[in-house]
């Protein structure tokens, strides 16, 4: 079946440093990819997708790049904000298992001042 | 984007007792909707896929009986944990979909999740 693999956290960076978090899937078919963001005592937030092989998803500064020859999917931001503070989740949706998705362990990102 | 609501926010309530919650699709018509349960520090846990006008599909492990989905209109799912005890003390969080968007099919909408303690 479908599975994500995201990078282990928690993540402690300094605002203004870069950003990477690794997310690499398994999935037969063709699947669409996720980030999405939660924020302590809320629901998830779309933060970015991508459709197909190749697709460079962005948001808010942040940036993904579908890559099928290596199953990736990793975020990046070049300059990290405090407000960027938060839960990160990779998703996979559709390919043989359409309608579900199915999400990364989460990777927690904390930025300080 | 979309907007989806969950209500209430949070609930306590006494084991025991049963306790509802709402997921609405505000702007937009929901063939499908999500619901996950998600627990401390944790990601996200299938727990059923609704549709519309049907019976809702439970993830292997998920007893229905114990979480009764009911999907009546394209914009409203419900969620009733029946006899909580403690140990369904968590953050459910519900999401949709409208299938019939070529454009946009692979998109759910997340509510912000209600949180449960049951005593």
């Known amino acids: 079946g479908n599975s994500v693999t995201q990078m282990e956290g928690p993540v402690t960076l300094s605002e203004e440093a870069f950003l990477t978090i690794n997310c690499t899937y398994t999935a037969t078919g063709y699947p669409s990819l996720f980030w999405y963001v939660q924020y302590p005592g809320e629901g998830l937030q779309l933060l970015l997708k991508?459709?197909?092989?190749?697709d460079k998803g962005s948001n808010k500064g942040f940036e993904a790049t579908y890559r099928k020859e290596t199953t990736s999917f990793h975020l990046e931001k070049g300059s990290v904000q405090v407000s960027d503070s938060a839960v990160y989740f990779c998703a996979l949706s559709g390919g043989t298992n359409a309608g579900k998705s199915t999400f990364g362990d989460g990777t927690t990102l904390t930025v300080k001042p | 984007g979309a907007v989806v609501s969950q209500h209430p926010s949070w609930v306590i309530c006494k084991s025991g007792t049963s306790v509802k919650i709402e997921c609405r699709s505000l702007d937009f018509q929901a063939t499908t909707m999500f619901w996950y349960r998600q627990f401390p520090k944790q990601s996200l846990m299938l727990m059923a896929t609704?549709?519309?006008?049907?019976?809702?599909?439970?993830e292997q492990g998920v007893e229905k009986d114990k979480f009764l989905i009911n999907h009546a209109s394209l914009t409203l799912s419900t969620l009733t944990v029946t006899s909580a005890h403690p140990e369904d003390s968590s953050f459910y969080i519900c999401?949709?979909?409208?299938?019939?968007?070529?454009?946009?099919?692979?998109?759910?909408?997340f509510g912000p999740g209600t949180r449960l303690l049951v005593l």
């Open positions: 991508a459709t197909k092989a190749d």
């Open positions: 609704s549709n519309e006008g049907s019976k809702a599909t439970y």
């Open positions: 999401s949709a979909r409208d299938f019939r968007l070529a454009g946009a099919k692979e998109t759910q909408y």
